[in-house]
Every structure is written in C-alpha cells, then in structure tokens.
C-alpha cells in the first residue's frame, strides 16, 4: 500500500500553523526563559565558577538549557497535538479519512519535532547574545538535535494517546522529564559529584542524551561519545516500538 504523502503534509502543515499562531507564547517564552537562566546561572553562579572543563560556565550551559527546552518542548507539544483532537471531536475527521496509523504518527509526530528543533536552534541564537557560541562537532549537534526531539515527540505522541485528562499530559513532562534533566548534568558536569551520586547519576537516562549533546559542542562528555549515541538510539527504538504496539493491538485514536 503506497503511503498517502497529502494527508501527511496536511496533517503536518495544520499543527505547524496552529503552532505559529501562537508564537507569542511557542517563540517569545523560550527566549525569555533562556535569557533568565544565563542572568541566574550566569550571574550567580558563573561568577563563582567561571570554568568547567576548561569551559567558561556561560557557555558551558547552553547544551543543557537546549536538551531541558528541546525534552519538555518535543513531549508536550506531540501529547497535545494528538491529545486535543481527541478531546475535542475533531479526531473522527481523520479516522473517517483514508489515512493509516504510520501516516498519523508521521504528521503529528513530525510536526512536534519540527517545533522542538525550531524552538533549540531559537534559544542557541538566543544564547549567543550573551557567550560566544563554540561548536566543535556542527554535524553531530544537529543529528542528536533531530534524533532527540523525534524521539521525545514520539514518547509525546504516546503519552497523548495514553492520556484522559489535561492533568496527564502535564504529569510526565513536569514530574519526570523536568527533575531528570536538572538532575542530568544540565548545569554541571556529574564527575563533578561524590563517588555515590556520581554513581547514582549514571542511572539517570537524560544524562547520557545531554553528554552526547555537550560533546557535539566542545569535544568533552561525562560518558563515551558512543555510549550517549547508543543510549539515544535505543530510546528511539522503545518509543517506535511502543507506538507500534498501541496500533497492532487495535488501539482507536477516539477517547
């Protein structure tokens, strides 16, 4: 069966302009969020610990700051958008319609990386108005910038589906992804840490996504370049399998 490419680009091109019809609120708060990190982290922090790793701490944030916006931006932005047309109604306009589930996942789920990934490269502009951006590994930024946020778009789409209330899309995001990010090195460096919680650290999965990204910038990481870039792959083959196994199971997209 070929693939309906036009009802996955309208699919993609609806949440793109619904996104860009709030950009006050999808554009402007990110860039007011970063902008109060670097004064926070940057002003209180940084003047106390100007280096790491031989990185000037303002710039040694600015992965961090990218993979805290680029999780939570890449679930809540999938969860809502398949989760809103379900609560709505409107999700009988594409069950009526001949298109597959795998046509659905790539509308919805491309449409919430394509925010995500405009969102990240928004805040590293953003970033350097205040450091002198450095990126050693340009190619791979952009592979673990794209690999990221279709991952978590997927973790998202899934989380949509698996939700029943407004209160649910909120819960992984804020209660989970938010502390495992601060927890994950986003501001430090986990060597930095006793042996223990060094130790501990290394059980936190966001750490490993944030390190393969730290590295793409300046050429240092917590773990293994290819311990990061597997870790990333296998949290894309889990959320691929999950959404693969709601749709074999006969999962409906209604509520």
């Known amino acids: 069966m070929a693939m309906n490419w036009p009802a996955v680009r309208a699919i993609y091109v609806f949440e793109m302009s619904r996104f860009l019809r709030t950009a006050t609120q999808s554009i402007l708060a990110p860039v007011i969020s970063t902008s109060l990190y670097f004064v926070v982290f940057g002003a209180a922090i940084g003047s106390r610990m100007t280096m790491v790793d031989e990185v000037p701490y303002g710039l040694f944030i600015v992965p961090g700051l990218m993979m805290l916006s680029l999780l939570t931006q890449s679930i ?18 594409i069950l009526s319609a001949p298109v597959s589930p795998v046509e659905v996942v790539l509308g919805f789920v491309g449409a919430a990386a394509s925010k995500s990934i405009l969102i990240g490269l928004i805040i590293l502009a953003t970033a350097a108005l205040f450091v002198p951006l450095r990126i050693d590994h340009p190619v ?14 997927l973790f998202g789409f899934v989380i949509g589906l698996w939700a029943d209330g407004f209160e649910k899309l909120q819960l992984v995001p804020l209660l989970i992804i938010t502390p495992l990010t601060f927890l994950g090195g986003s501001f430090y460096a986990i060597e930095m840490l006793p042996p223990f919680w ?20 300046f050429g240092q990481a917590d773990v293994a370049i290819g311990v990061s870039l597997a870790m990333t792959l ?15 199971t006969g999962y409906r997209l209604k509520s």
Do not use: D, K, Q
């Open 198 to 217: 060094y130790t501990v650290s290394l059980l936190n999965p966001v750490v490993y996504l944030i390190s393969g990204f730290r590295w793409a910038f």
């Open 76 to 93: 809540t932005n999938a969860s809502f958008g398949i989760y809103f047309p379900r609560f709505a109604g409107t999700i009988y306009e």
């Open 234 to 248: 296998l949290f894309l083959a889990l959320c691929l399998a999950a959404v693969t196994y709601i749709f074999r």
């Open 140 to 153: 791979w930024m952009l592979a673990f910038l794209l690999l990221t946020a279709v991952t978590f778009s």
